[in-house]
């Protein structure tokens, strides 16, 4: 029969002997989920050098993987290689290999529902994955993002049905994931990570893993600040977007231009940090993660009336930015919007990368189709839309290709994303009306006689 000692001696056998993995890097590492979040983790630990192996459940992803195929542009296709090559990476969707693995990272999507609630369910079923194959003396790390409570509620009851003791034979953490794809200046290397644990072990061994992968690790005191840490992130961003939203189209009514306000205002040395409109909120984190908190509060009895109001402005944007453009096409050509033919410039949810997740040149999309107009789009970084989670009717439509665009087969352009490399120029030589949601025109001081700031 095991006494209290025997538990203690196997407890901290179980930290000791994996924190020594860790700092001997002979730790074997799993990544769950080889997405936007995932694949970089999996490269940047691999690079460490960390035995990585990812799992995912898409077969492709891992045919692509192994190809030496990235599928996201901070992976280059040569880092796949030579990580192969050198023996440092392993792909699979044979989750059974998880018994063979020292520290679990999970980095799975984590959607809303229909009716804007949490969607946990890949979280939880990949947990409940780890939960069927775990082994005592192993850490387990959710980076996706979720509301506070989520490690405690709903990663550690699962684990425990492994018949392995939370805090005693296995270690459970969260970090958050801070990936921004596009962003040249920092990677999941340098950009500092905020860890915690279930308990001072786990702390201990969230703190010795991370700081083998990134440069710079900060500890916080528990899981539930962790996760608090990035959805207040993300709500910061989502309220000041709503602001100069609503200051957009508060100042377009006074016919004073948001862009040239919050440029000058960005001049103050101190207490003011700029945020421009745009037309919706797009990504995986901003346009989500602030209702998981929403949701959560009302277990506490408390509503969000501010984050609340910030979502309702940026999701209505769509619906503006197409007013603009109906009017524009009724005063300039008049022309019902039912009867016109737009060429939408972007469909990426953000400028010069491929990302389509929650982009609302999509909802733009849908929306003057819905409205009976002819619609295509021109996007330098997206040949066709991939599947979504919404808009299934969408899934293989084509961009056309810059050369094939005959201004005569338009009766007005809609800028939606501002990649860099759109002969913005060309645009203007076009004469076509133009409705820019992203002041793309006038900051590369091209004629504005036909230009609509939206």
């Not at 990570?193 to 900060?218: C, H, N, T």
């Not at 005191?221 to 709503?242: D, G, H, P, Q, Y």
């Not at 957009?248 to 004073?256: L, Q, W």
């Not at 050509?333 to 040149?361: H, Q, W």
């Amino acid at each position: 029969m095991q006494n209290f000692g025997d538990e203690f001696t196997v407890s901290e056998n179980s930290f000791v002997e994996l924190l020594s993995k860790i700092e001997t890097l002979t730790a074997k590492i799993a990544i769950l989920g080889l997405g936007y979040v995932g694949l970089p983790l999996a490269v940047t630990t691999a690079r460490s050098g960390l035995h990585v192996t990812g799992f995912d459940v898409d077969p492709a992803k891992i045919e692509k993987l192994y190809a030496g195929n990235s599928y996201i542009g901070a992976i280059s296709d040569q880092e796949l290689v030579d990580l192969r090559d050198e023996g440092r990476v392993a792909w699979t969707t044979d989750f059974t290999q998880l018994a063979d693995m020292d520290v679990f990272v999970i980095c799975v999507p984590t959607p809303l529902t229909a009716h804007r609630e949490p969607d946990l369910s890949y979280v939880i079923s990949t947990t409940e994955e780890i939960a069927r194959h775990i082994t005592q003396g192993t850490l387990v790390a959710l980076e996706s993002t979720t509301y506070p409570g989520t490690t405690d509620e709903v990663l550690t009851p699962i684990l425990a049905r492994s018949g392995l003791k939370p805090g005693h034979d296995i270690f459970i953490g969260f970090s958050p994931e801070r990936e921004d794809p596009g962003n040249a200046v920092y990677n999941t290397n340098t950009i500092p990570k905020i860890v915690a644990g279930d308990g001072p072990e786990a702390s201990q061994l969230m703190e010795a893993f991370y700081r083998k992968v990134v440069q710079d690790v900060v500890p916080v005191s528990k899981t539930r600040t962790a996760e608090a840490i990035k959805i207040t992130e993300n709500i910061f961003r989502a309220v000041n977007i709503a602001l100069v939203n609503e200051l957009k189209v508060i100042f377009d009514a006074m016919d004073i231009d948001v862009w040239e306000v919050i440029d000058g205002a960005a001049t103050k040395p101190f207490g003011f940090m700029p945020f421009y409109p745009g037309p919706g909120l797009g990504g995986h984190c901003i346009p989500i993660d602030p209702f998981y908190l929403t949701w959560k509060a009302r277990e506490y009895h408390l509503s969000t009336r501010f984050i609340e109001l910030a979502g309702e402005i940026n999701s209505n944007m769509p619906d503006y930015v197409v007013s603009k453009l109906r009017e524009v096409l009724d005063r300039r050509l008049g022309l019902g919007l039912s009867r016109s033919r737009i060429l939408i410039i972007g469909i990426a949810y953000k400028k010069n990368i491929p990302d389509m997740r929650e982009s609302p040149s999509v909802r733009l999309l849908s929306l003057l189709r819905t409205a009976g107009a002819q619609v295509a789009f021109h996007d330098p970084h997206v040949p066709e839309i991939p599947r979504m989670r919404e808009y299934p009717e969408l899934l293989g439509y084509k961009s056309i290709a810059f050369d094939n665009i005959d201004p005569a087969n338009f009766d007005a352009i809609l800028i939606a994303t501002d990649h860099d490399d759109i002969d913005y120029t060309a645009l203007a030589a076009m004469d076509l009306p133009i409705v820019d949601t992203r002041n793309a025109m006038q900051k590369r001081a091209l004629p504005m006689t036909n230009v609509t700031k939206a």
